[in-house]
């Protein structure tokens, strides 16, 4: 659509008013890459391509006809021209002049609710389009290839990172006026936004993906970083342990927050994600699974695996006054056990609590030298979206070891979910993820019999299962995954 029939009539006739006309002869450049730039450009008649003059010969990235507007990023961020853009065979153009075009939208408030809605709106467009036209190796419908393929899945995801950081700056101002309505435009561009990076990187191979997810990661930080959950994921500083332990207690909290109404809303988004809620709702079914699967006579005897998996303080108050208990709780991570001891400072006199130290991937391979008596249940609670199949079917066989003979293991972990570039690329959160059989494959390859496996919400997975008999050497061997023997020794 013409860049000046999408304003309403008074508005295109005062942008109409303030531009000014310019003549391009055959060939000659409108816009050098590199130059600091700011006036925004609509073509009147002909066209303009832009190119890339790196290369020999040029390449044209993109051919804008009539109505099409180029320089909206430029003036947008006071930033420099990211391309060359000439005419081919001459052609007229309007200009704006920045600093004029600054004075009228500040002088009225209406147009300029309307003028960044409409460059927003052409955003979204043309980065569905160079997504869309990124298959073929040509953008806009011109044929003629791209550079190569990572510069194609850096500008895809910049193009993705620039849509949205424009639509918050337009919306921004308005959050205090109208709350409500922010509110409800935030979500849709949050919403719109995690959709199409989704099918951008279905299409992309494993590494253009990663790449064109870093610059989406890097142009949309410092919004990342006003909301609560940003924050922690990216601001954390316990890299090297298992999970994200303060940011998962605030996605388990489930209470928004953040930099200014920004960031709160922000923060809402990501917290009603899938993932999210799958997050919490398993913690729900896990905890009830595991009350149904008590024993009927003491001593019981609970170990659950991952303090920051959130089921431990519910679990004790669910336990006071049932039967004498034993209740473990092993981490790598001592701010977690610390905090679970924290929160269960009240709990019954009946419920001993025993807070274990240990390497959770050493304790996966066997190599743990903690024992633990004979358990009624054992929980792995949140620990299986940090682990590949192969160290998740050796802590299957490690929790089946510290069973006694009938016992119960229950275990939760992530469905895939639409959102998962969301969490891996703009919150650095990469999560394995499972599908229900393949839960089932591990467990019952591990040596676990009556196997039920539960679909919570729209990304959680919590499965139960009891230990089966023992299994000979020879059955250990042809259970195991190729390589796993060997790992565990």
């Known amino acids: 659509m013409d860049f000046l029939e999408r304003f309403s009539h008074r508005h295109r006739d005062r942008l109409v ?7 391009l002869s055959k060939g000659e450049l409108l816009l050098r890459r590199g130059e600091r730039g700011g006036d925004v450009f609509r073509v009147a008649e002909g066209e303009l391509e832009v190119i890339d003059t790196r290369t020999q010969p040029v390449i044209v990235l993109d051919v804008i006809g009539r109505g099409g507007v180029v320089g909206e990023m430029s003036f947008l ?11 081919p065979d001459g052609a007229i153009c309007q200009r704006w002049d920045r600093a004029a075009l600054i004075r009228l939208l500040e002088q009225e408030a209406n147009l300029a609710a309307e003028f960044y809605r409409v460059v927003a709106g052409m955003l979204v467009e043309r980065s569905r389009a160079v997504l869309s036209s990124a298959v073929a190796g040509s953008i806009g419908g011109s044929g003629i290839p791209r550079g190569p393929t990572n510069e194609v899945a850096a500008a895809d995801g910049k193009a993705l990172a620039d849509a949205l950081r424009t639509r918050l700056m337009q919306l921004e101002p308005f959050i205090r006026r109208d709350r409500a309505g922010a509110e409800r435009e935030l979500g849709a561009a949050f919403r719109n936004f995690g959709a199409a990076l989704g099918e951008a990187l279905v299409r992309m191979s494993e590494d253009d993906g990663r790449i064109a997810g870093e610059v989406v990661a890097s142009g949309l930080h410092p919004y990342v970083m006003r909301s609560h959950l940003g924050e922690l994921a990216l601001d954390r500083a316990d890299t090297g342990t298992v999970g994200v332990p303060s940011a998962m207690a605030h996605l388990l909290a489930n209470k928004a927050g953040g930099d200014g109404p920004l960031g709160e809303i922000l923060d809402s988004w990501l917290l009603g994600l899938p993932t999210s809620r799958g997050f919490r709702e398993r913690g729900a079914l ?11 006579n003491p001593p019981l005897r609970i170990l659950v695996v991952n303090a920051s998996g959130g089921i431990v303080p519910a679990l004790l108050a669910q336990l006071s006054g049932r039967m004498p ?13 610390a905090a679970v001891e924290a929160a269960s400072t009240h709990r019954a006199r009946d419920i001993r609590l025993r ?25 792995l609670d949140g620990l299986l979206e940090y682990l590949p199949e192969r160290l998740a079917a050796a802590a299957f066989r ?10 119960t293991l229950v275990v939760n972990a992530l469905l895939p979910s639409a959102d998962d570039p969301v969490f891996r690329h703009v919150l650095s959160w990469p999560l394995v993820r499972l599908r229900p059989n393949a839960l089932v494959r591990l467990l019952e390859g591990a040596g676990f019999a009556d196997t039920k496996v539960y679909e919570v919400a729209t990304a959680g997975l919590v499965g139960v299962a009891r230990r089966g008999p023992e299994l000979s050497a020879t059955e250990e061997g042809r259970r195991a995954p190729p390589g796993l023997s060997t790992m565990a020794d």
Not at 77 to 87: P, T
Not at 398 to 407: E, Q, S, T
């Open 286 to 296: 896990s905890l009830q699974t595991v009350l149904e699967s008590l024993p009927a």
């Open 355 to 379: 807070l274990v130290q240990d390497d959770l991937v050493g304790l996966c391979l066997g190599r743990s030298l903690i024992r633990h008596a004979p358990q009624n249940i054992v929980v």
């Open 398 to 407: 490690w929790a089946r070891g510290v069973l006694a003979p009938g016992g």
């Open 325 to 337: 208990s034993e209740l473990t709780c092993v981490d790598g991570n001592r701010a977690a056990l």
């Open 17 to 23: 008013g303030l531009a000014t006309t310019i003549r």
């Open 77 to 87: 961020e006071d930033s420099v021209r990211s391309a060359d853009v000439r005419s």
